[in-house]
């Protein structure tokens, strides 16, 4: 090999060897890994538990000493993800045993065409008493079952919301009426709008803590371990 070639060898090898050095670094600091970003978060992004709860229906014990809070979405799929994994374990071990309580609260991807009426739906199953079996129903049929989340045609949507209210006994006029009025727009945006507030720009986001020891912020679906982890410290506090 000559002299020449052996110098535009290194030099190709040289190139290659930055632009993969940068493509690491960028990659870090798009994608962090999780523990990373729940540690910043821990540190900066502690809220009061006044602006956490409006009026929402609790699951578990009101007195409970730890709350959860998630941001999300019917059709968002890492939210279904958490509701079919993540929280049948901390229903049982911290809701059902009085350690924790939770609240889900309305964050709406516009993009997601049935996301808004449902949410409706479940505040409307809210009002005579039935938010956690709507709720259920809700995550459980989006995209299997019924798969409400994937139908074109909005009647066909509704029709099922009905036939929900009547699986759960409630009174079908009086649902009907309320998704037609829209009754719970409002209250659904201002859930949109207490995320804004809180920087939220994706779902699911869940705050875990309580007014004297703050939050701890977490994006996505992460590992049940990183849930417990962050309850049993605050139950410690």
């Known amino acids: 090999m000559t002299k020449s070639r052996l110098q535009i060898l290194l030099i190709f090898v040289a190139i290659i060897g930055i632009i993969l050095l940068l493509l690491y670094f960028s990659w870090s600091t798009l994608f962090p890994k999780p523990v990373n970003l729940i540690l910043q978060q821990r540190t900066s992004n502690d809220v009061s ?82 938010q956690w079996p709507m709720y259920d129903l809700l995550f459980d049929n989006a995209y299997t079952g019924d798969a409400w989340a994937q139908l074109p045609n909005r009647k066909d949507f509704i ?49 875990i803590g309580n007014d004297q020891t703050g939050f701890v912020k977490i994006r996505g679906a992460q590992p049940y371990s990183v849930y417990t982890q962050i309850i049993d410290e605050k139950l410690k506090s």
């Open 49 to 130: 538990e006044t602006l956490l709860l409006d009026d929402d229906t609790i699951m578990g014990k009101p007195d409970a000493p730890v709350l959860i809070v998630e941001f999300g979405e019917f059709m968002c799929p890492y939210c279904g993800q958490i509701h079919r994994e993540i929280e049948p374990l901390w229903r049982k071990e911290y809701i059902e045993t009085g350690k924790a309580k939770y609240v889900f609260r309305d964050y709406i991807n516009l993009g997601h065409l049935r996301a808004f009426t449902a949410a409706e739906a479940n505040e409307c199953a809210d009002a005579q008493g039935k």
């Open 159 to 207: 029709e099922i919301m009905n036939r929900y209210a009547q699986h759960l006994n409630l009174d079908v006029a009086l649902f009907k009426e309320c998704i037609n009025n829209s009754t719970f727009g409002e209250e659904v945006q201002l859930d949109a709008s207490a995320g804004s507030q809180l920087g939220i720009f994706g779902t699911p986001v869940i705050y």
